[in-house]
């Protein structure tokens, strides 16, 4: 499998995230398929095999970097108008496109975005958007999970995954369970769609859960 040229721009497609108004944890969306996969009637599937290998590391924080930089948008705080919100949700398609919920719409409060009347709206102050961009943020490690399905009858079934992981490296004590899995499905063209992200997608500004 090919992991990608350093400095490609990487096509992240689909933000697959269940955000509701001031949740912090974020759901596991790959759940039981990374691990141990299911058959229609809810019966776990056999595994033939399950390997890992390392990911390059400058490519996922390229990756990583591609995916967080449009939320530095929102780090100020201040008020933003619909048509100012909609054109960053444009730029940001690439990655939005393919959700019904993405991480822009995490700074804002969730009455306000559907209230469809109230043109503009103000970022929520409680919250941080923790990115790889912060000095407290380090991408911890990225990987390749490749797992064989046995599916019987002589077929088999290969679910592809990429994780990276980030971690909080700084001294605040409150904030050293912060973390977040970004889970990655290749595609046809070699390149990465998001597919999941498990941990927390934000975090308290005064570190205090």
């Not at 969306?29 to 890992?52: N, R, W």
């Not at 822009?104 to 306000?112: A, I, K, P, R, V």
Request: net charge negative.
């Amino acid at each position: 499998m090919e992991n990608g040229v350093v400095g490609r721009k990487v096509f992240i497609k689909g933000w697959i995230v269940n955000m509701k108004k001031h949740f912090l944890l974020a759901i596991c969306i790959v759940l039981v398929l990374c691990v141990s996969g299911c058959s229609g009637q809810g019966k776990p599937i056999p595994i033939l095999s399950d390997t890992s290998e390392d990911f390059d590391l400058n490519t996922a924080i390229n990756m990583v970097q591609e995916l967080e930089r449009p939320t530095l948008e929102f780090k100020s705080g201040g008020t933003f108008s619909r048509s100012e919100l909609e054109e960053l949700q444009n730029e940001y398609e690439l990655f939005a496109k393919e959700s019904p919920v993405n991480v822009l719409t995490t700074f804002f409060d969730t009455s306000e975005l559907e209230d469809t009347s109230k043109l503009e709206l103000e970022v929520l102050d409680k919250y941080r958007y923790p990115t790889i961009f912060d000095e407290d943020i380090k991408l911890d490690k990225a990987y390749v999970r490749t797992i064989v399905y046995d599916l019987g009858n002589n077929m088999t079934e290969t679910k592809i995954r990429l994780f990276i992981e980030q971690k909080y490296v700084g001294e605040n004590s409150d904030m050293k369970r912060f973390y977040r899995d970004y889970v990655f499905t290749p595609v046809e063209n070699g390149d990465w769609v998001l597919s999941g992200i498990d941990g927390y997608v934000n975090a308290p500004l005064d570190g205090k859960w």
